[in-house]
């Protein structure tokens, strides 16, 4: 896999191209890419590349808009693959995931899901900006093995941990592991607010549940 494609993958989230992406996603696919390795390597380079740039005042929010509605465009090529490539069918655990109220990314949240859904668990996708009650109470309803959150804003992280405390009311801790993560999260953060694990990325996310599930 050349170094070029991977560039000219970046480049098209960098550019919003969402036609671009979606075509250089199927490209991959054709090519026998990695749809992880196309993704980390290549789009998301692109999409950090845009948050830099915002961070700094060099882009602006139109443009962090495009980056994602690009980057879901090729996300959403590589997804099947990504299930398909799953090797292990067994059902390892019941997860319930979402992204916490008041924050709306869902691009790494949906990547996680879908790792872990592919590696075999059941994966209950709360989707954006959901409630803290609502993890409990679907915790609760399906019987879950691991409560995941997401957060990718310093704002609304401590939602976090108002998602162990709400696991704690309703008496469902610790039977029912806690794990967080999102670009801000640490393992400390997540050590503060009595989680049970964090992971920065999606293959760590899904080895973290194994370890959870196992004991
Ligand atoms: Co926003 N945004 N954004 N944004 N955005 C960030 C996060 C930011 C760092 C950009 C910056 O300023 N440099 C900054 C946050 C600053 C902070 O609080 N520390 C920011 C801001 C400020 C905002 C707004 C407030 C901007 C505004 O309106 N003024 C606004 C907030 C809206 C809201 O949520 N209420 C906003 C809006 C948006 C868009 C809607 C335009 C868009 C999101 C679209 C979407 O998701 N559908 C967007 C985007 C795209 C970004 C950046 C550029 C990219 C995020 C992303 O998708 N990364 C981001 C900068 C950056 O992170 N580089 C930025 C790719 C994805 C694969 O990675 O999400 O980190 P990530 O997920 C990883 C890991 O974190 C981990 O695994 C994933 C896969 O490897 N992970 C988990 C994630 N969740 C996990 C859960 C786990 C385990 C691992 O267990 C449960």
């Known amino acids: 896999m050349s170094q070029e494609l991977y560039d000219v993958m970046a480049q098209s989230i960098i550019d919003g191209e969402v036609e671009e992406a979606s075509l ?6 054709a090519e026998g890419i ?12 692109g999409l950090d590349h845009v948050g830099e740039e915002f961070g700094c005042g060099e882009m602006f929010l139109p443009d962090l ?3 994602a509605e690009a980057m879901k465009a090729a996300v959403a090529v590589l997804e099947p693959e990504l299930e398909r490539t799953g090797q ?6 019941r997860v319930v995931i979402g992204t916490v109220s008041g924050d709306i990314h869902d691009i790494g949240k949906t990547l996680v899901a879908t790792m872990l859904s ?18 409990a109470q679907k915790a609760r309803e ?5 409560v995941g959150v997401s957060s990718l804003l310093t704002t609304t992280m401590v939602k976090q941990r108002d998602v162990v405390e709400a696991l704690e009311d309703l008496g469902l801790r610790p039977r029912v592991k806690v794990m ?19 992971s920065e990325d999606a293959m760590g996310a899904v080895q973290l549940a194994k370890a959870l599930v196992a004991g």
Do not use: C, M
Not at 34 to 45: Q, S, T
Not at 118 to 135: I, K, R, T
């Open 34 to 45: 990695d749809p992880l390795a196309a993704i980390n390597e290549g789009f998301v380079k």
């Open 88 to 93: 292990e069918r067994a059902v390892l655990g």
């Open 24 to 29: 250089l996603a199927e490209r991959a696919i």
């Open 142 to 146: 399906v019987n879950a093995d691991i």
């Open 118 to 135: 592919a590696s075999g668990f059941q994966v209950y996708d709360l989707g954006v900006d959901v409630d803290v009650a609502a993890f």
């Open 65 to 67: 808009v495009l980056a």
């Open 180 to 198: 967080v993560g999102g670009a801000p999260v640490t393992h400390s953060w997540a050590a503060e607010i009595g989680a049970d694990g964090y």
